[in-house]
């Protein structure tokens, strides 16, 4: 089955630390977005990439870096430059930004 | 990019009554999108309606949208509580989809 799988399901990191959610998509969609969900927040756009090797800032990039040098995979780098990291992330595809999105079941994301 | 903002943000219903949730936005749009997210889970899609289209059905799912008043409704009819989840509208530009904080839907069997 067709899907998107993002891992690790919850992760934690130290304070100063740097890590990487995955986001691997088998769907053949050209587009893949990164979002930070804070608890009882909408969904705010980190990056989001329409095709492969290029990407752009969305309106929370601060903190955070992407690279998307294969079509299935779209991995986010949470620097320790971002202030309050702790957060649900979720990543998405889609064929193009007019249709719907295909949403990955999160990760969630502790500093300790 | 644009988001819709939901109304009512919570909703309390008893297993088979309808819930209705509204939507409003500010700018022409493409399309229009519904999402239902559970708890800890992704978003799933639920049906999207085009700008030219003022109604649509899918299942137990009604989706209404007037242009001219920028807003769009869902309507769940015969709730279960499996409908329990938090539910985003998303007005679809030319820019990636932007979400606000949603209607909380609680179904009380």
């Known amino acids: 089955d067709g899907g998107i799988t993002q891992s690790p399901k919850y992760l934690f990191r130290k304070e100063g630390q740097n890590v990487t959610l995955s986001c691997e998509q088998n769907l053949n969609h050209d587009a893949m977005y990164w979002y930070r969900q804070d608890p009882g927040q909408g969904l705010r756009l980190i990056y989001y990439?329409?095709?492969?090797?290029?990407?752009q800032k969305g309106d929370i990039a601060e903190g955070y870096s992407v690279s998307r040098e294969k079509k299935e995979s779209f991995p986010l780098t949470v620097t320790s430059a971002q202030k309050n990291p702790t957060a649900f992330y979720l990543c998405?595809?889609?064929?193009?930004?007019?249709?719907?999105?295909?949403f990955g079941s999160g990760t969630r994301l502790t500093v300790v | 990019s644009q988001q819709g903002e939901e109304d009512p943000q919570a909703l309390s219903i008893q297993e088979g009554e309808n819930a209705t949730m509204n939507c409003s936005y500010k700018t022409s749009i493409n399309n229009l999108q519904w999402y239902r997210q559970n708890s800890g889970r992704g978003l799933v899609h639920l049906i999207l309606i085009r700008s030219n289209e003022r109604e649509k059905h899918s299942g137990r799912l009604r989706v209404t949208l007037d242009t001219s008043k920028k807003s769009s409704s869902l309507l769940i009819t015969a709730s279960r509580a499996a409908d329990t989840a938090s539910y985003f509208c998303a007005p679809v530009t030319n820019t990636p989809l932007v979400f606000g904080k949603g209607t909380r839907l609680s179904v009380i069997a």
């Open positions: 998405a595809s889609s064929i193009g930004g007019q249709y719907g999105y295909t």
């Open positions: 990439s329409q095709i492969v090797n290029d990407f």
